[in-house]
């Protein structure tokens, strides 16, 4: 194969032509992309636009990858987790589409940030990040790319939470619209993508059988709500945990066993994190869990299982599987870790199906259209996706689905506008 003439480090150029075939399966799956595709290739509302994108490098970013390159991007991607990258993806992005990529399954830390300076190279105009390791990198050790940056996109609600924090600090240094927060990215990707997806790692992890066992969801946000659901769905008993009463009075309405981590933690066969916070399950947590307990994140960082803790408090440890780490701790009981304790649902399966992921990347298209046509560049702060994308993804997702839904007659929307009438 001849070596692009682009700079890229992706694990094997080889790749290149599973890589195609599996970025056009996810395509068949991504209509509202195509769709957006197709329009930005005519109006090249992205002209020149250098755009550094830090996502998990997949089939269904390839997709967004390339519906911004037609749009008249020059994108550059690295990896958004050092576990994520799909290979065959990266190595056709670069072999096929022309497209610098900076991603490694695998790679190890500080690969992982020589890959995020690598996307950054090209001094960016727009970013997208999921979780905000590009913007955080950028603030701290690029900052004099942060004037030539008219805003950036967020895919997650780690990294949204993050940048807001920046926001308050005074930290940030140019606008972000946070994708996350749009109704047709959390209410889908999160809930029936992390729902899907994250019972998916666990299964190709461990073969295990769902019916009949305990299972902890720590978190009952859009995503635990999700991963809740689907396990219920499998035959699962379901515990939730959950720190904000209001999500837990949820959780208990909605039928769930509501407990502490504490007394959870010595009921569960399968724990499942996606809290967004450190420690979920700590030191105490594993004192108390039963022989055999399977442990799994799905939150974005690997930090919401205290896996010092986890190492201090173990004799051995062993790999017994592709994905599987069994803890052997110094009582004799074994805790199985899945994917060291990073997001298992990119991990050990291949992150949300491109259905879903088919939304979130229209809102990413689209706000980074939004970002790149304004007259003027936003105020610096986290911004939501306006409401007009959010319906117009709406709009086209019902089409692709062949779903036609009614429209308010006159009278009904003079009836909503009006406030005479009532008993
Ligand atoms: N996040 C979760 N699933 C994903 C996928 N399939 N591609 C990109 N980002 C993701």
Request: with cysteine; hydrophobic share 45%.
């Amino acid at each position: 194969m001849v070596k692009p003439a682009i700079d890229y480090d992706v694990k094997d150029l080889g790749l290149a032509e599973e890589g195609v075939k599996r970025i056009e399966w996810a395509a068949r799956e991504m209509p509202v992309i195509r769709l957006i595709r197709e329009r930005f290739a005519k109006v090249k509302p992205l002209a020149g636009l250098r755009v550094s994108g830090c996502l998990h490098v997949t089939t269904e970013t390839a997709n967004l990858a390339l519906a911004l390159r037609d749009g008249g991007a020059q994108l550059a991607l690295c990896a958004s987790n050092p576990l994520s990258t799909q290979d065959a993806a990266a190595a056709a992005l670069v072999a096929v589409y022309g497209i610098p990529v900076f991603a490694v399954r695998g790679e190890d830390d500080e690969t992982y940030y020589r890959h995020i300076h690598g996307a950054l190279a090209q001094r960016p105009q727009v970013t997208l990040d999921d979780g905000a390791d590009l913007v955080a990198t950028l603030h701290k050790e690029q900052r004099d790319l942060l004037e030539g940056v008219m805003g950036g996109t967020e895919e997650t609600t780690t990294g949204v939470i993050r940048l807001r924090s920046m926001a308050r600090d005074g930290a940030l240094g140019y606008p972000i619209v946070a994708v996350n927060e749009a109704d047709t990215k959390h209410l889908f990707d999160n809930r029936y993508g992390t729902g899907q997806s994250t019972i998916d790692g666990i299964t190709r992890a461990t073969n295990v059988l769902w019916a009949g066992k305990t299972v902890v969801v720590a978190g009952y946000g859009w995503c635990g709500r999700g991963v809740a659901m689907r396990a219920r769905g499998l035959g699962a008993k379901v515990v939730v945990t959950e720190v904000e009463p209001l999500r837990a009075l949820e959780a208990a309405m909605d039928g769930y066993q509501v407990m502490s981590m504490a007394e959870a933690a010595t009921l569960g066969d399968i724990f499942i994190t996606l809290t967004g916070d450190v420690n979920a399950i700590d030191r105490g947590h594993f004192e108390v869990m039963k022989d055999g307990a399977i442990l799994a994140n799905s939150g974005h960082f690997n930090v919401e299982l205290n896996l010092k803790a986890l190492e201090t408090m173990s004799e051995t440890k062993r790999q017994i599987r592709p994905s599987v780490e069994e803890y052997r701790l110094m009582d004799g009981r074994r805790l199985y870790l899945l994917a060291e304790g990073r997001l298992i649902n990119l991990a050990a399966a291949e992150g949300h199906p491109a259905s879903v992921m088919d939304m979130s990347f229209a809102n990413q298209a689209l706000c980074v259209e939004y970002l790149a046509t304004r007259p003027r560049r936003l105020p610096v702060d986290v911004h939501p996706v306006p409401q007009e994308i959010d319906h117009e993804v709406a709009r086209l997702k019902l089409a692709s689905m062949g779903i036609v839904i009614d429209e308010l007659t006159e009278e009904q929307k003079k009836y909503l506008s009006s406030w005479e009438e009532g008993t």
